[in-house]
Each structure stands twice: as C-alpha cells, then as structure tokens.
Nanobody
Framework: QVQLVESGGGLVQTGGSLRLSCAAS????????MGWYRQAPGKERELVGI??????TYADSVKGRFTISRDNAKNLVYLQMNSLKPEDTAVYYC????????????WGQGTQVTVSS
C-alpha cells in the first residue's frame, strides 16, 4: 500500500505558475510508475504527465508548460506548472505504483488548482 498526499494547489491568474507536490509513503526509488492526472468539473479524469521506467510523457495540452520532477531524498514528486490557462483549472491527482503500469493503483486525495482569467 502506497499513500500519496498532494499539496500546493491554489488560485492563480492566467499566465502564472504553481508547483504541486506529491509526498509518497514509500521510497520513490521503488515507484516505477508516477504520474499526475487532473479532473475538471463535468469532465473525465485525464492524464497530465507520467513517468514510467525513467521515461516521462506529457499530454499535448501541457507539453512545454508543465514539468514533472522528483526529489528522491525527500520522497517528493513535483508538477511545475507554468503559463497557466483557465482551462488548466481542475483537481490534480498524484498517481503511483511500484510496478511499471499504464495506470498506477494508488491515488492521492487531489489538490484544487484554479486559474482565473
């Protein structure tokens, strides 16, 4: 069982930046799948970016603006979000798994990001 806790969400203006953090209860060295997803009101949860086996891919909608990084010593995974747009408004979730999977089995509780126009 892996517990994940997101933080760092909030309200930001269009063009601004936020950095989300995901704290894992397990060593992130052991997590071969780590990703971020988001869900906007009335929409399905969608992939933002995911790292599997050392390779990271991003959704086209965030490519070039969002970056996933890790602090192994602190067991933290970050989502740096720049040039935010109103359409980035959503609840952002951290997702992880010790195995390399298309979708990790473990989820955080989510953190709200609101981008005002």
């Amino acid at each position: 069982q892996v517990q994940l806790v997101e933080s760092g969400g909030g309200l930001v203006q269009t063009g601004g930046s936020l950095r989300l953090s995901c704290a894992a209860s397990a060593s992130i060295y052991s997590l071969n799948t780590m990703g971020w997803y988001r869900q906007a009101p009335g929409k399905e949860r969608e992939l933002v970016g995911i790292t599997r086996g050392g390779s990271t891919t991003y959704a086209d909608s965030v490519k070039g603006r969002f970056t996933i990084s890790r602090d192994n010593a602190k067991n933290l995974v970050y989502l740096q979000m720049n040039s935010l747009k109103p359409e980035d408004t959503a609840v952002y979730y951290c997702n992880a798994d010790p195995l390399q999977r298309l979708l990790g089995r473990y989820w955080g509780q989510g953190t709200q990001v609101t981008v005002s126009s």
